[in-house]
């Protein structure tokens, strides 16, 4: 039995990383980020939260949630996310695994913390070499907080300075 420990935060806003088994390519098909979505959304009717930030590539995902105020239970919530998303596309892995067996996270410190999250979710995709601009990106958050005025639509053509040093820890 694992001797793991999660942060427990009631209310708190947490950085994820989520990867497949062996970084199998799954979220390559719409069809399968379509299941990633209905689960979530199943999730969240059941278990309240926001998703402040997401992306989505083919064999990880991060995002940020806030939790409510009375709530820390995140790990519960992943745990359905990835049960719901396995029965529905285990079969077309090369194993019955979808998932690699845990998740990161991290708990937002301050404001400046969950900002530098924000960019590295957002500047993912381009740090991976599939676009050349966030905007571009079809499976983030990008574009909402765009519309929310967080970021101007240019933002990202270049690395940003302050999450160049993220990339060796996340």
Same mark, same amino acid.
């Given at each position: /039995? @694992?001797?793991?420990?999660?942060?427990?935060?009631?209310?708190?806003?947490?950085?994820?990383?989520?990867?497949?088994?062996?970084?199998?390519?799954?979220?390559? @098909?719409?069809?399968?980020?379509?299941?990633?979505?209905?689960?979530?959304?199943?999730?969240?009717?059941?278990?309240?939260?926001?998703?402040?930030? /997401?992306?989505?590539?083919?064999?990880?995902?991060?995002?940020?949630? #806030?939790?409510?105020?009375?709530?820390?239970?995140? @790990?519960?919530?992943?745990?359905?996310?990835?049960?719901?998303?396995?029965?529905?596309?285990?079969?077309?892995?090369?194993?019955? #695994?979808?998932?690699?067996?845990?998740?990161?996270?991290?708990?937002?410190?301050?404001?400046?913390?969950?900002?530098?999250?924000?960019?590295?979710?957002?500047?993912?995709?381009?740090?991976?070499?599939?676009?050349?601009?966030?905007?571009?990106?079809?499976?983030?958050?990008?574009?909402?907080?765009?519309?929310?005025?967080?970021?101007?639509?240019?933002?990202?053509?270049?690395?940003?300075?302050?999450? @160049?040093? /993220?990339?060796?820890?996340?």
């Amino acid at each position: /039995m @694992s001797n793991y420990r999660r942060v427990v935060c009631p209310g708190g806003s947490f950085f994820f990383t989520v990867v497949t088994h062996q970084r199998q390519k799954i979220f390559s @098909s719409e069809e399968n980020i379509e299941i990633l979505r209905d689960a979530i959304k199943k999730v969240k009717n059941v278990r309240p939260f926001s998703i402040d930030a /997401m992306v989505v590539l083919p064999d990880h995902l991060h995002c940020i949630w #806030t939790l409510p105020e009375d709530d820390f239970d995140y @790990s519960s919530r992943w745990r359905e996310i990835k049960k719901l998303v396995s029965k529905k596309i285990h079969h077309q892995s090369s194993s019955n #695994t979808v998932w690699q067996r845990r998740f990161w996270e991290h708990l937002s410190n301050d404001e400046i913390d969950w900002r530098n999250h924000m960019d590295y979710i957002h500047y993912n995709p381009v740090k991976h070499g599939y676009v050349k601009s966030p905007a571009d990106w079809s499976w983030s958050s990008f574009n909402k907080a765009v519309d929310k005025g967080w970021y101007n639509s240019g933002w990202g053509c270049t690395e940003p300075v302050e999450i @160049s040093k /993220m990339w060796r820890v996340n």
